[in-house]
């Protein structure tokens, strides 16, 4: 199964347990500056910029998963954890990127050939040390687990 078949059936996941889930694109993309505006007789279509989307190794999904919050024995509070997904094609990709983090964390550095997943390890790093759980899978199953495991579903 492609990457983005196993995003979309997560997304919809997800939006069946009553979370809010969002794709986030990141890096930059090249735009067309002024798209349609004439420029000596012809429409300008050359013209370009540069925009900015999310920091680039940022995980593909962010979903706030409700939760409730006991207040006291006789109510509760709903409450929303936020959780950052970044989501692999298979097994393989993941134990990949696994190993990848693995040796980042214990060298400090990796061959530039794994750039991508060094960027995406230190992003989940930043999103982990502000409070959000972050998870890497590659199946509703997996994802179940990991919510399971992080007492978000029963």
């Excluded at 990141?26 to 002024?34: C, F, I, P, Y």
């Excluded at 400090?108 to 890497?136: D, F, I, N």
Aim: hydrophobic residues 35%; proline residues 4%.
């Amino acid at each position: 199964m492609k990457e983005k078949q196993i995003e979309k059936s997560i997304m919809e996941y997800l939006q069946s347990i009553g979370a809010y889930v969002v794709k986030i694109h990141s890096g930059t993309v090249k735009v067309l500056k002024n798209f349609g505006e004439k420029s000596f007789g012809r429409f300008n279509k050359t013209a370009t910029n540069y925009m900015q989307l999310a920091p680039k190794g940022t995980p593909d999904l962010v979903a706030i998963i409700p939760k409730l919050k006991p207040i006291n024995e006789n109510s509760a509070q709903l409450h929303g954890i936020p959780v950052f997904i970044e989501v692999k094609r298979d097994q393989k990709e993941v134990d990949k990127w696994l190993r990848i983090a693995e040796r980042y964390e214990s060298e400090g550095t990796a061959p530039q050939s794994y750039h991508r997943e060094v960027m995406q390890y230190k992003q989940m790093e930043k999103a982990t040390q502000a409070g959000a759980l972050c998870l890497l899978v590659c199946s509703i199953q997996g994802l179940e687990d990991d919510l399971k495991a992080n007492n978000l579903i029963f």
